[in-house]
T-cell receptor
Framework: SQTIHQWPATLVQPVGSPLSLECTVEGTSNPNLYWYRQAAGRGLQLLFYSVGIGQISSEVPQNLSASRPQDRQFILSSKKLLLSDSGFYLC?????????????FGEGSWLTVV | AQSVTQLGSHVSVSEGALVLLRCNYSSSVPPYLFWYVQYPNQGLQLLLK??????LVKGINGFEAEFKKSETSFHLTKPSAHMSDAAEYFCAVSENGGYNKLIFGAGTRLAVHP
């Protein structure tokens, strides 16, 4: 069966420091991968999606970037964090058409920028 | 462009009472529709989904939702609320496209009191 792992689960970073959140998917190949952010008291905002290795699409302009160095690995990064980058970050992957194109989520990463 | 509106950011019901969480969407093509649940400090778990076929779909934990094209709605219901249903619920829409990104509503926090 397919599983998705996301880490770290929680981190506190000072303003101006770098960020790296990592996500890996097991049990599937060539998945569509996504990074969402959930700010406190708000819904989920799609940040990036990827349909293949090295292919990244950004949904909103921001201080973050994403990379997909391997088929099942998706990384969210920042060179210099801002206070407004605080939030709950969720990695997700999409199952194929036979599974109704369902998107499944990781457990999330809490980022607090201080 | 797709959008999702969830009426009521907070809903409170008594244990044993009917749960009704409202969701309306806009989409230029037949949509795929989803309900996700999020328990505190966790990722999102799929409750149910509509892709094609029967418009009344049943999900986990006794929840169900009905797709009404004429009303562009996909309301979530459960006949009898349980304390363990207290969580945040998100409605989402996805077009049948190449990358199938999900567009989420702002979420509805359900409180269940004795």
């Amino acid at each position: 069966s397919q599983t998705i792992h996301q880490w770290p689960a929680t981190l506190v970073q000072p303003v101006g420091s770098p960020l790296s959140l990592e996500c890996t998917v097991e049990g599937t190949s060539n998945p569509n991968l996504y990074w969402y952010r959930q700010a406190a008291g708000r819904g989920l905002q799609l940040l990036f999606y990827s349909v293949g290795i090295g292919q990244i699409s950004s949904e909103v302009p921001q201080n973050l970037s994403a990379s997909r160095p391997q088929d099942r690995q998706f990384i969210l990064s920042s060179k210099k964090l801002l206070l407004s980058d605080s939030g709950f970050y969720l990695c997700a992957w999409r199952a194929g058409q036979s599974s109704g194109n369902t998107i499944y989520f990781g457990e999330g990463s809490w980022l607090t920028v201080v | 462009a797709q959008s999702v509106t969830q009426l009521g950011s907070h809903v409170s019901v008594s244990e044993g009472a009917l749960v009704l969480l409202r969701c309306n969407y806009s989409s230029s093509v037949p949509p795929y529709l989803f309900w996700y649940v999020q328990y505190p400090n966790q990722g999102l778990q799929l409750l149910l989904k509509y892709t094609t076929g029967a418009t009344l779909v049943k999900g986990i934990n006794g929840f169900e939702a009905e797709f009404k094209k004429s009303e562009t709605s996909f309301h979530l219901t459960k006949p009898s609320a349980h304390m363990s249903d207290a969580a945040e619920y998100f409605c989402a829409v996805s077009e049948n496209g190449g990358y199938n990104k999900l567009i989420f509503g702002a979420g509805t926090r359900l409180a269940v009191h004795p």
